[in-house]
């Protein structure tokens, strides 16, 4: 898929969302840290003594036949730079998809919102949306999620649905614009390493056929 954006000069400058490679997981650990606000961190910080949190998560993408996969990502690359990645899958994987062992059980309460609002039965799940920090406010998290939608429509999957916090405003408010509706919320478990307390939302949106 090959869209055209506007850097922050104005000119467009040719970008592709393609297939994600092994090579990428160090990109998709990245940006999955980061959309993730704190919520990886405090999952995996420590599992591993001694080894950093990015490479740590960088496993979780390395586990094949697993909702996590590599293979279920897409990477967004703006001239030949990777700039973001799409971390998404059918709802009827994560029914088989086997935990992961290095995700921290003594910090598992910190999942009791998402527990609480389970992913819609046949929609299409985004998991995550990330971007390098330096490429945010150009439109390509919004060329992301549309993204999304179209492998959805690939699969014969007509709704797509995620995960948000309610103080994600920026992230909060591309979604609704995109035509996302709120269908539940649970308390955030606090946690020193999360950006975000108060609510999480569950997102829902029906696609055109």
Known sequence: MRVTLPDKSGECMPATIREAQVKDIPHLA??????????????????????????????????LNTTSSYLNCRILEVDGQVVGGLHGFPQSESETSVGDPLMRRDRFNLLKPFYELPIPKDSYYIHSVGLYPE????????????????????????????????QNTQALTLYLGMGYTETGRSPVVPHPSLLYDGQLLLLEKTLAV
């Open 30 to 63: 990245y940006v999955s840290l980061q959309a993730t606000s704190g919520l990886f961190d405090a999952l995996y910080e420590g599992s591993i003594p001694g080894r950093e949190t990015p490479l740590i998560v960088e496993h979780m993408f390395s586990r």
């Open 135 to 166: 490429q945010r406010g150009q439109g390509h998290g919004h060329e992301l999620m549309l993204k999304a939608e179209e492998m959805a429509k690939s699969l014969q999957i007509n709704s797509t649905s995620l995960h948000v916090f309610q």
